[in-house]
């Protein structure tokens, strides 16, 4: 009986330890705090709200920083009370057991695993309410908090439409220099894409030039971080 008694109570500890977002994650529709399947509900949503969206790429039932990061941030209470107002939430499970994702969504967790490059999980993708801005990417950590992951939320959601809008009407004394910074960043970006495009071949010209665009990015983060 003992031994019966031990194996319950073993099996009980790591179904709690499983107990990750995708058994909450909804099929269908999308609301703001809430993880769904449905990206494209999920991209409706965060146009209607204005909202950002993180894209969690995980595999819910044998990795283990996912379950870590489960069950450290997003189970919290402080993390679910954060995102109900300031997120819409995909999850891009990638699971052992086939039987956890519908078959309607593992064409689509695949394309857009290779459409952004994910090389592990769990990686997650924040983008803006637009559905196709990347406005950073996050990852694991062993020290992960609600805390610590709301901050590193808040510093990639800086330059979203919400977070702009939100930082010159919290500072009008500073719109302009904040929208010039913001301005040089994104010229950065457009100059570096141009570029990258023309497919330019390894030469000295061009290790001059890629080091200028990094300098260039570099003082550009330097500038909006100023802001802080």
Excluded at 161 to 173: L, T, V
Aim: aromatic content about 12%; hydrophobic content about 40%; some cysteine.
């Amino acid at each position: 009986m003992k031994k019966i008694s031990t194996l319950f109570f073993g099996l009980s500890a790591l179904s709690m330890c499983l107990s990750t977002a995708e058994e909450s994650a909804a099929i269908v529709g999308a609301e703001p705090g809430q993880w769904t399947m449905d990206f494209e509900a999920a991209k409706k949503v965060a146009a209607e709200k204005d909202l950002p969206i993180i894209m969690n790429f995980t595999g819910s039932d044998w990795c283990h920083w996912c379950i870590h990061m489960d069950k450290e941030v997003f189970a919290k209470d402080g993390w679910k009370t954060y995102a109900k107002d300031n997120a819409v939430l995909v999850l891009l499970d990638f699971p052992r057991d086939p039987m956890k994702v519908p078959k309607r969504y593992k064409e689509q967790n695949e394309k857009l695993k290779n459409t952004y490059q994910v090389q592990g999980f769990p990686t997650y993708f924040v983008l803006d309410s637009d559905g196709e801005t990347v406005l950073g990417k996050l990852g694991a950590s062993q020290s992960a908090s609600p805390e610590q992951f709301i901050s590193s939320f808040q510093k990639a959601t800086r330059l979203s439409k919400r977070g702009i809008a939100n930082f010159i009407a919290a500072n009008p004394d500073k719109a302009d220099s904040f929208k010039a910074a913001i301005a040089e960043f994104k010229a950065v970006e457009k100059d570096f894409s141009a570029w990258i495009a023309t497919s330019p071949e390894q030469s000295e010209e061009n290790n001059q030039k890629f080091a200028s665009f990094q300098k260039r990015f570099t003082d550009a983060k330097a500038a909006i971080a100023a802001f802080d």
